[in-house]
Nanobody
Framework: QAQLVESGGGLVQPGGSLRLSCAAS????????IGWFRQVPGKERDWVSC????????YYADFVRGRFTISRDNAKNTAYLQMNSLKPEDTAIYYC???????????????WGRGTQVTVSS
């Protein structure tokens, strides 16, 4: 069964760091673009970042650019989101998803994981 599993969330103080992982099972991530999204209960899901299948293209929402870094390790069938300088407004459930086009087309994302909670609070 093809699925994505996010991990690495937790409670961190403002200014701290976390690294989220998005591990695929049942399929290979090699040909997919991988996106990270986040959602606060009661609000719409926001796109955060995306990495193309070639890893050449890396894109970030304005509110995380310069603080978050997306990467992938195809040998481990896993993508990552390194989050630095975290702020309370980064608190959300973080999800990863895949785009078979490989090019980070927002409308293509599918195979959503169940998410991992990130809480930034002192």
């Amino acid at each position: 069964q093809a699925q994505l599993v996010e991990s690495g969330g937790g409670l961190v103080q403002p200014g701290g760091s976390l690294r989220l992982s998005c591990a695929a099972s049942g399929f290979t991530l090699d040909y997919y673009a991988i996106g990270w999204f986040r959602q606060v209960p009661g609000k719409e899901r926001d796109w955060v970042s995306c990495i193309t299948s070639s890893a050449v293209g890396k894109y970030y929402a304005d509110f995380v650019r310069g603080r978050f870094t997306i990467s992938r390790d195809n040998a481990k069938n896993t993508a990552y989101l390194q989050m630095n300088s975290l702020k309370p407004e980064d608190t959300a459930i973080y999800y990863c998803a895949t785009d078979l086009s490989g090019t980070c087309l927002i409308e293509n994302f599918a195979n959503w994981g169940r998410g991992t909670q990130v809480t930034v609070s002192s």
